[in-house]
């Protein structure tokens, strides 16, 4: 299952959904919320931030346009409900 739009959709300014593995317990993954924003340190390209990070926006990110598709996914890779689920 892949996201629904490309990467390319996206703009500045848009909220997107995306999986994040817990860094401090890596058997952990959650849906969580980002912002799409322009790339601070290379002009012309998109990121993601989330948790004061950036993130190249990439095909190879898995990046969903509501919680909804986000959950969807996450239900048929992990077989569960996210700790991050959206309502």
């Known amino acids: ?3 629904n739009h490309e990467y390319g959709t996206y703009k500045a300014g848009d909220i997107v959904y995306v999986f994040y593995r817990n860094p401090h317990t890596q058997d952990v993954t959650n849906i969580q919320e980002a912002a799409v ?3 601070p340190e290379q002009p012309g ?3 993601l931030f989330l948790y004061e990070t950036y993130y190249p ?3 190879e990110m898995a990046v ?3 919680a909804g598709e986000a ?4 239900q048929h890779y ?5 700790e991050g689920t959206f309502q």
């Open 57 to 59: 926006l990439s095909s």
């Open 45 to 47: 390209e998109l990121a």
């Open 37 to 39: 924003v322009n790339h």
């Open 71 to 74: 959950e969807q996914a996450y």
């Open 1 to 3: 299952m892949n996201s």
């Open 64 to 66: 969903y346009a509501t």
């Open 78 to 82: 992990f077989g569960g409900i996210s």
